[in-house]
């Protein structure tokens, strides 16, 4: 699975490993990803390896999922987890901002279902989960290059699952609400104002823990989900959206507005 080493990637490695299975923890930083499959060898009944792995090189993502498929004879669950978040209002963005969101998040998913679909087919079995947002679900202003690149996963994932539900290969996406990974927006990017003010008028309440989300995925697993949507906040939103269109539409215009109010953003 990718971006194994930390948040929400770790956690799914984890409950993965504690419930027996094998997992290849990778990670751009390889390090990190070294010392958290050290650290699951020992919890056992699973096992863990690692791999240091830029998810925006397809040429390497396919050669360690090949790599994963030749060694344990099988590939059984493909985690598309890496991901950025880019942050701000859409006139403070350079292309830089939005390139690093499509070539991450919207690419390095493309770049792991193009390197274990195959092998799933072949073999006429497996699972790919890609891990997307309630971002990708209904509007959120603020982080139009997020937002856009989780809206393309979930459409990607929706159409692969209908394309290979006939053969023997499952697909689910994963959109989580706000969960507590650690993340710092628009990483190795130009400051972006209005993103730091964003970071800086973040609720300091208890957010959703990792390890809760785990358990939701391997429940969406288990069971073959389409849509994994956790917590029940964020179960609200996607609701809401769907059934509500037009009053989602005022509510993201109003977020918009208090943002702009809050001097977040340019009124």
Not at 55 to 68: F, H, I, L, P
Not at 178 to 204: C, D, H, W, Y
Request: proline share 6%.
């Amino acid at each position: 699975m990718t971006g194994a080493a930390s948040g929400i990637g770790r956690a799914i490695a984890t409950a993965l490993v504690l419930r027996g299975d094998t997992v290849v923890v990778t990670d751009l930083n390889g390090d990190k990803a070294e010392e958290v499959a050290d650290k699951l060898a020992g919890h056992g009944p699973g096992q863990a390896s690692a791999a240091q792995l830029d998810v925006t090189d397809a040429e390497a993502v396919g050669t360690v999922v090949r790599a994963a498929h030749a060694e344990h004879g099988k590939l059984d669950l493909m985690v598309n987890n890496a991901g950025v978040i880019v942050a701000g209002a859409v006139e403070d963005l350079g292309l830089e901002h939005w390139n690093l969101a499509l070539e991450v998040n919207l690419r390095g998913v493309v770049h792991g279902v193009h390197a274990a679909y195959p092998i799933m087919l072949q073999q006429g079995s497996g699972h790919i989960v890609n891990i997307a947002s309630v971002a990708g679900l209904a509007p959120f202003p603020l982080i139009a290059p997020y937002a856009a690149t989780k809206h393309a996963v979930v459409g990607l994932s929706k159409t692969l699952r209908a394309e290979a539900a006939t053969r023997g290969v499952k697909v689910t996406v994963v959109c989580p609400g706000m969960t507590n990974t650690g993340f710092i927006p628009n990483p190795g990017l130009p400051p972006v104002p209005s993103a730091q003010r964003i970071t800086a008028l973040e609720g300091k309440g208890p957010a959703f823990q990792p390890e809760q989300l785990a358990r939701a995925v391997l429940h969406g697993i288990d069971r073959n989900k389409a849509v994994v949507v956790a917590p029940a906040s964020a179960r609200l939103v996607s609701g809401l959206y769907r059934h509500f269109p037009r009053l989602a539409d005022r509510a993201g215009q109003w977020l918009a507005k208090a943002a702009a109010d809050r001097g977040v953003i340019k009124s």
